[in-house]
């Protein structure tokens, strides 16, 4: 036991600090992807020809099914095994992007099967083809009553974003190792990465109660 | 697709994935225990009490069970708790497990009507025998589906102590794919055992739920 002592945490900030800027871009560019893929998934597997249904099922399922651990190293291992050299935060994005794309796609799916017929009945009688009404008219209506459901998920991903460390990206978890193996203090430099995820995750809270509120208003 | 190099390789990764088994089993005991407790707190006529219980909450929902594992496994000799990897994996994983537990357990009974409280405190039950008789048999169905999800997460989420040398599924995984250079094959094998074991409680969930919710 050596004890506790913070008061060499200020000394490190400019490392940490710069994990704390990357984990917020990962996270980001992260949701980005995994909502706008989330989509697009539900739409294969609601409407897309068989060819390509049953394969974006098998995929959803297998990530469904095995932890972001996992797929996080078969993207970044298997990515060069296939031949394409991309850097590890690319892996890092697409990893946790595609994982939360899964979960998000079942999701919309939901919203847009419980979506009013008539919505698209009037679009295709108002002479809007079959994606055009899809994409203009249900996509954006069924999207709004799923907000609260992949909020959930952003904050999720927010914290599962540590895991990218363990491809060798610094962000916050990863800067909090390089300080601790220069200092041998795991407990203060974890500890004050926890708390600065705990402040990014109140701070995600708040977007995210904005973002339902501007939605609960415009229904 | 190596054919032979996975025929080669199940073995291990069976032994694994049971090693995986034995971690899930392990922290859902400890996450129930614990979680049943943080419930009680929250659902406590005491402030102070409800106000543990909701701290204990957010703070473990609000931060990587990943740095909660490191702060345990690495964090933990400088305070004077010295855990093997297995231990440390195990009691990390529980504790965060319990923060989403409790609110499925406090859900269930939430969910129950307030009459029924009521009614049975009106025939001269105490609050303690009207919870353990007459609400808690009620929120323990509607607790299955919840909790259930919970256990799948759970499952996977022990994917986390392969960062701290764990020899369970994940780890494995990652040590032979280093090995063999195989990314594709390994998770195959890999894959098949999670889903395994995922789709199993899932299924097992479902039967619960249907069985005993069904009736509610």
């Known amino acids: ?219 | 697709m190596d054919i032979a190099l996975i025929g080669r390789i199940v073995p291990v990764f069976v032994q694994a994935a049971w090693t995986t088994v034995e971690l899930s089993l392990l922290s859902l005991a400890l996450g129930l225990a614990v979680a049943a407790l943080v419930a009680m707190l929250r659902l406590s006529h005491v402030a102070a009490l409800r106000f543990a219980g909701a701290a204990y909450v957010s703070v473990f929902r609000g931060t990587p069970a990943l740095i909660q594992i490191f702060l345990l496994y690495f964090g933990g000799p400088q305070v004077g708790i010295q855990l093997d990897p297995f231990a440390a994996g195990a009691i990390a994983l529980g504790l965060n497990i319990a923060a989403y537990m409790a609110e499925s357990i406090r859900g269930g009974v939430l969910s129950v009507d307030r009459g029924q409280m009521e009614a049975a405190r009106s025939l001269g039950f105490g609050e303690g025998q009207s919870m353990r008789w007459i609400v808690l048999p009620q929120a323990a169905k509607l607790m299955i589906r919840p909790l259930g999800v919970n256990a799948v997460a759970l499952v996977k989420g022990t994917a986390l102590v392969a960062t701290i040398s764990v020899v369970e599924l994940t780890y494995t995984a990652q040590r032979f794919i280093g090995s063999t250079y195989k990314p594709f094959e390994i998770f195959a094998v890999t894959a098949v055992l999670y889903m395994i074991m995922v789709y199993g409680l899932t299924l097992l969930v479902d039967r619960l739920d249907r069985a005993y919710a069904g009736e509610a």
């Open chain 1, 1 to 219: 036991m050596q004890g506790l002592d913070f008061s060499i945490v200020p000394e490190y900030w400019p490392l940490i600090g710069k994990g704390l800027w990357w984990t917020v871009v990962i996270s980001t560019a992260s949701a980005v992807l995994s909502v706008l893929a989330g989509i697009g998934f539900a739409l294969l597997v609601l409407y897309a020809p068989p060819v390509v249904r049953y394969p974006v099922r098998l995929f959803m399922w297998l990530f469904m099914g095995t932890p972001l651990l996992l797929q996080l190293f078969l993207i970044y291992f298997g990515l060069v095994q296939i031949g394409i050299d991309i850097p590890a935060i690319w892996s890092g994005i697409v990893a946790l992007s595609l994982h939360f794309a899964v979960y998000n796609a079942d999701i919309f799916r939901a919203g847009i099967a419980s979506l009013d017929k008539g919505q698209t009945e009037a679009a295709r009688s108002l002479g809007f083809g079959a994606w055009r009404t899809r994409i203009y008219i249900v996509v954006p209506q069924a999207v709004r009553g799923t907000v609260p459901a992949v909020g959930n998920m952003m904050i999720a991903l927010l914290k599962e974003s540590s895991i990218v460390s363990m491809i060798g990206i610094a962000e916050l978890v990863h800067s909090a190792q390089l300080v601790i193996s220069e200092t041998y203090r795991p407990f203060e430099f974890y500890l004050t990465a926890a708390a600065l995820y705990y402040g990014l995750n109140l701070i995600l809270e708040a977007v995210l109660r904005g973002i339902e509120r501007k939605v609960e208003l415009s229904r």
